[in-house]
């Protein structure tokens, strides 16, 4: 198989959301510096059970013209959905993961997340690409396994709101999906009751979030 990123500019401020360091699957953090000097990082991550205080997640020096490799589940291991929230002074990176997952010995997949929108009140994301939605229609609303597709939502702020994902599909009525988020808890709302086909996503509050869509394609089904 073949995963591929886009090329990107590099930033102080960058959020990257998706991943996961549960049992068989590792989350790597690439940081790329372009530049002629060095910067320093310092990443902060949130998940489903909020804001991780860790040690080590400061001062990491990416050197000019190089890259910088690390292992979220070095610092947090045993996470379902985190945020990264990756900030540089002296200098700008490039923020990547690189997600990987094995199901017990099985490779079962890469995937690449650059990242998303800063927090606001809005965030649209076009192009969602889903298939094989017929058995899709989660537990009770709560999406169980990474094999389902998944709107992850993030309020980083100290205030938790309502949350509304609109799925707007090319032709028909959008699916409306609300739920209650925690501040600085990350949250996946399903993407049931859908068909085939490609999707807008709009996920709104009131005060500012950051979202992202994992989709799952079956490598049988890929042309």
Known sequence: GLAVAACGEGSTDQWLVGGSTEVGRNTLILLSNALDVDATASLEV???RGIVDAPGMT????KA????????ASFVPGLVEPVVHVTTTGGQVQATLQQTVTRVVT??????VQPGGTPALEQIIPGVALSGMANQEGEGG???NDLAPTIRVLIPGSTGAEVTATVIPSTGEPVVVKARASAMHTL???LAGLTDGIYTVVVSAEVP???GVRTVQNSVDAP
């Open 46 to 48: 949130f998940g489903e």
């Open 59 to 62: 001062g990491l020096v990416v």
């Open 65 to 72: 013209r190089s890259q910088r490799i690390i292992s979220l």
């Open 107 to 112: 490779p079962s997949g890469v995937d690449f």
């Open 142 to 144: 709560v999406v169980t």
């Open 188 to 190: 996946q709302l399903p």
């Open 209 to 211: 979030l950051v979202a």
